[in-house]
């Protein structure tokens, strides 16, 4: 039966993007636009199906994160936007009576705590978010990726965004202040850019600089 429906939907497309394709200049895009969304809709069943496979419950109970036991409550419904579109995620909730918080372990595995965006959707917001306003960012994710985001969804995701990374650095800033984390040491210059920096060099500062890059490299 799923494969009936596949290839109905297959042949819907090719008719409609068939249709496109006479309408003058703009037919061929138009062909690309209805192909790309009707691929992409079957496509965004898959993630579901994937997730459906382990829905989270880890137990009657698991640690709340703050000293405490949270106790299972029920499944519940979650609504995540990817780069597929629009999946639902059915995920085991557990509730702390001692902090009368809830939350779903399997949320935080799946890098969506607190956030109704993928991982994947949420590095292509902010391409686009760093881009310009976030009026066009929500634009040019609906023109290049079929997704469709609102200006405060896109504005929201992409300072959540900023703001985690923000957090990442202090984290390791302070790591690296204690020694408890050794940084990684910087890239080597490249060899063609090594050449143009010594040329440059030679040219209009009299070699100075180049020939100290030669004595540090050894050569």
């Known amino acids: 039966m799923l494969a009936g429906e596949r290839a109905g939907e297959i042949t819907r497309l090719a008719a409609e993007a068939a249709r496109s394709l006479g309408c003058g200049d703009a037919g061929l895009q138009a062909a690309e636009t209805v192909i790309r969304a009707g691929m992409l809709r079957p496509g965004a ?17 698991v640690a709340c994160g703050n000293g405490h036991h ?67 960012a929500a634009s040019m994710l609906e023109d290049l990726a079929g997704v469709r985001l609102t200006v405060k969804h896109t504005e929201r995701a992409a300072e959540a965004s900023g703001a985690a990374h923000a957090t990442q650095i202090r ?12 940084p990684m040491p910087p890239r080597p210059v490249p060899d063609m850019l090594y050449s143009v920096m010594i040329a440059r060099d030679e040219q209009h500062c009299g070699g100075a600089a180049a020939r100290w890059l030669r004595a540090v490299d050894g050569c």
């Not at 993630?47 to 109970?61: F, Q």
């Not at 779903?104 to 993928?118: I, N, Y």
């Not at 984290?171 to 050794?182: D, N, Y």
């Open 45 to 61: 069943g898959v993630p579901g199906e994937l997730l459906s496979a382990d829905r989270g419950h880890r137990g009657p109970a």
């Open 70 to 136: 949270a106790v299972f409550v029920s499944y519940r419904d979650k609504v995540i936007d990817t780069v597929l579109g629009p999946v639902t995620l059915n995920r085991a909730w557990y509730r702390c009576p001692a902090c009368k918080h809830g939350f779903a372990p399997r949320d935080a595995e799946l890098g969506v705590a607190g956030t109704s965006l993928s991982p994947g959707l949420t590095a292509m917001n902010g391409k686009a978010a760093a881009a310009g306003p976030f009026a066009g």
């Open 171 to 182: 984290e390791h800033s302070a790591l690296i202040a204690a020694r408890k984390l050794v």
